[in-house]
């Protein structure tokens, strides 16, 4: 079984950046392609950042593209996305998730989900 559990969050203000991470556990981090979800209070739950098993290939949402970047530490067993010049409209809980398999799952189709870290962008 594999465990994500997500920390970095925190409350910051309009323009602030934040760096959260996603530690893996129980099975080989390395086997998983991962992704990056949030979902804010009233609405659906949207695909952020994405990234393959070696790394080397990542996908994000058209609109967060140019400020947000999701990078893995293979050897470390954790994944991070880093957001910069955030708004209010980033405000919501993140999501890491995991699927054994090399390419970058379709969606939301992931097999393994943590709990969610809570960002909130004040003004």
């Known amino acids: 079984q594999l465990q994500l559990v997500e920390s970095g969050g925190g409350t910051v203000p309009v323009g602030g950046s934040l760096k959260l991470s996603c530690a893996v556990s129980?099975?080989?981090?390395?086997?998983?392609?991962m992704g990056w979800f949030r979902q804010a209070p009233g609405r659906l739950r949207e695909f952020v950042a994405a990234?393959?098993?070696?790394?080397?290939?990542?996908r994000y949402a058209d609109s967060l593209q140019d400020r947000f970047t999701v990078t893995r530490d293979n050897a470390k067993s954790i994944l991070y996305l880093e957001l910069e010049n955030l708004n209010r409209a980033d405000s919501a809980v993140y999501y890491c998730?995991?699927?054994?398999?090399?390419?970058?799952?379709?969606?939301?189709?992931?097999?393994?989900w943590g709990r969610g870290t809570t960002v909130t962008v004040s003004t």
């Open positions: 998730a995991a699927k054994a398999q090399w390419t970058i799952p379709e969606g939301s189709d992931y097999d393994y």
């Open positions: 129980g099975r080989t981090f390395s086997n998983y392609a």
């Open positions: 990234i393959s098993r070696g790394g080397v290939t990542t």
